[in-house]
């Protein structure tokens, strides 16, 4: 499963793999969340726009999962699109934590920065 930080606008975001525990644990957690409230929408703006999850392989439900700004959407082969609530950004904050080990230092900084800030 690939992790990619949508970081940058103009340069190639970090990317790292996820291990395949890490990666079902990972998708368990978010299938358990609630649905998003009305009008929740991941981040749009320049510079860190969240987390874009893919590579759960031919079993997977999912195309796609987005993580950001206190939102997780979820594309599924089918077509369909949900949105869940991320109550205090946890998922985000969680993938930020096994980024740390696996992508450059100065990627962290900034991407510590946003999540705080």
């Known amino acids: 499963m690939d992790v990619e930080i949508d970081l940058y606008s ?3 975001n970090p990317v790292f793999g996820l291990a395949p525990d890490t990666g079902d644990a ?11 409230p009305p009008g929740a ?3 749009q703006d ?3 726009r969240g987390f874009r999850i893919s590579g759960g ?9 987005v ?3 206190g939102v997780v959407v979820v594309r599924d082969r089918g077509g369909t699109e949900r949105q869940l609530h991320d109550e205090g950004r946890s998922v985000e904050r969680s ?3 096994l980024a740390a080990p696996r992508v450059h230092p100065d990627d962290m900084v900034l991407l510590r920065r ?4």
């Open 95 to 97: 993938l930020a934590d």
């Open 57 to 65: 392989g031919p079993a997977a439900e999912f195309t796609e999962i």
């Open 26 to 36: 990972l998708v368990a957690r978010i299938a358990a969340l609630p649905p998003a």
């Open 10 to 12: 103009g340069r190639r």
């Open 114 to 117: 946003e999540l705080n800030g």
């Open 46 to 48: 320049l510079g860190y």
């Open 41 to 43: 929408a991941p981040l």
């Open 67 to 69: 993580v950001s700004g």
